[in-house]
């Protein structure tokens, strides 16, 4: 049998029926993952899947997840499982430890797959520049698109139907964007919502986990697991968990859809427009009332480069400790600035020493008011203007991405507002610390297009029932590529 284009859900049943065992679903993993064209993986974990899935005999009729396949990203931290971040700097190491979300997916019985490949240490948004090369689109078998990133393995794994669901992170939008390219709902939740306890850093006043999977379902299920208190980070919220499933289906008859106006104005892709007008028509036949809300251009332009600024000071500042003592290959050097020269000269890529050198200036003590204290003044008048825009609606509601995944040939003008700010608006949800998810809309010529949808903090039910009643009106539900021929 084929399992490539089952939900959890579907998965599920056919697991407390013995119709098919744990052991089974993972070795079929297994094989479509040595299989994978689409360089998704960093580490293929055959003796650790094998090995949990084998002892997974008695089925657990009221636990979703018990023998369900999964990858993780390579930036999470994987017991005794080789971890590089997709980074030189990385290479050969193994940690000591399990990652929160790992340990809890492991009690759940879900069994671990793989690491996926990513933008090096999750900076990037292309797929493109991780140790191991370009993560190719699963739905453009001419290997000619992105799949966007920087979670590009897990995307294009849960795309390819290696696995039902993958593990992410997002820090501006790695989760959510290549959902979009890749026809898959990404999750990203509230701030504090999932412990990040061995979770790289990145940006970590703007770092999440994120799901991905393909239904709405799947991911509150998923949720439900990895949401929660964790002694081990104390940045985690306490806030009570919920069932995250309980509204998914449920009718938003009289909610407010907001549809930020400045931000669909950017828009040139006419399919897109017309895929997101077309939602827009579905969501008021459901009953709901589509508000344009406002959130000034102004504002939005000020997105990515506050975004970068803040971004590459706090990353800077995080992988300080990657210097070839503390990790990393040592190479010899007189002095300790010898050795983390070394060791950082060959373990970097461009980007990546761009984004340093970058961080490093804005943090400077004489560029510090004009660079890194102006963008945190600038993230709080982002943030107010959201929380403007939510007294208008109860959910805001804008396109994912300008288009379908680009070609790695095409590109754009970087100072243009489709570039800056419908290229780039989703980081919106992470400077405001919301829950956010993107679901597909449309098929455009067979490339998936996806929408997003983000609510007021701790609102991951609501969230997870608007984004249900957006797959029904799209009807583009547990879309899975083509196989590899
Ligand atoms: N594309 C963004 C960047 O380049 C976002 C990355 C992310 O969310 N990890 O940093």
Redesign the pocket.
Known sequence: MNYRNLSINELHELLVKKEVTPLELAKEAIRLAKEDKNNAFEYIMEKEALEIASKLTVPEANNPLWGIPFVIKDNFSTKDVPTTASSNILSGYVPLYDATVMTKLLEAHAVPIGKTTLDEL????TGTTGHLGTTFNPHDKSHTRYVG??SCGSAAATAAGIVPFALG??????TRKPASFAGLVGFKPTWSRISRFGLFP?TPSLDTVGIFSRNVKDSAYVLNVLAGRDEKDSTSSTKPVEDYTSLVGKSIKGLRIGVVKEILDTLKDKNAIDAFNKSLEGFKEKGAIVNYVHIPTEILSSLLPTYFVL?CAEATSNNACLDGIKYGPYYDGKTYEEVMMNARTKGFSELIKRRFVFGSYALMSENKNELFIRAQKNRRRIVEAVNKAFEECDVIYTPAAPSVAPKFTDSSDRLSDEYLIADNHLVLGNFAGLPSITVPIALINELPYGANLMTKAFEEKELFMFASVLEDISGLKNLVAKEDK
Do not use: P
């Open positions: 999750a900076m990037g948004g990133g920087s992170s997002d820090t501006g939008d790695s990145f971004s």
